[in-house]
Nanobody
């Protein structure tokens, strides 16, 4: 099992930026595909972005051109740079990990989750 801890959330005005971090312990992330998901009250957790262990990236359509996922295996961490934030980006953001190289959009494919970090975008 790998333990994940997110940080970097907060309150930002529309058009602003935030950088989320996900720090891992217990296992090295180099063999994991990493994903970011988000969830708002009453809604299902939705896919935001993922990066495979060989660096391949995949994004949800609603964040393309605004968000960038990256990883630093030496620091055992994954990041989500969020630019041009919109009020509809307000959610709890979760980091997730799954062993293997394949990228999946479904949260059920990920075995390890962080506790989440709140992102609030004001209009």
């Amino acid at each position: 099992q790998v333990q994940l801890v997110e940080s970097g959330g907060g309150l930002v005005q529309a058009g602003g930026s935030l950088r989320l971090s996900c720090a891992a312990s217990g296992r090295t992330l180099s063999s994991y595909t990493m994903g970011w998901f988000r969830q708002t009250p009453g809604k299902e957790r939705e896919f935001v972005a993922a990066i495979s262990r060989d660096g391949g990236r995949y994004y949800a359509d609603f964040v393309k051109g605004r968000f960038t996922i990256s990883r630093d295996n030496a620091k055992n961490a994954v990041y989500l740079q969020m630019n041009s934030l919109k009020p509809e980006d307000t959610a709890v953001y979760y980091c997730a990990a799954r062993a293997g190289i394949m990228i999946f959009r479904s949260p059920t494919e990920y075995d390890n989750w962080g506790q989440g970090t709140q992102v609030t975008v004001s209009s």
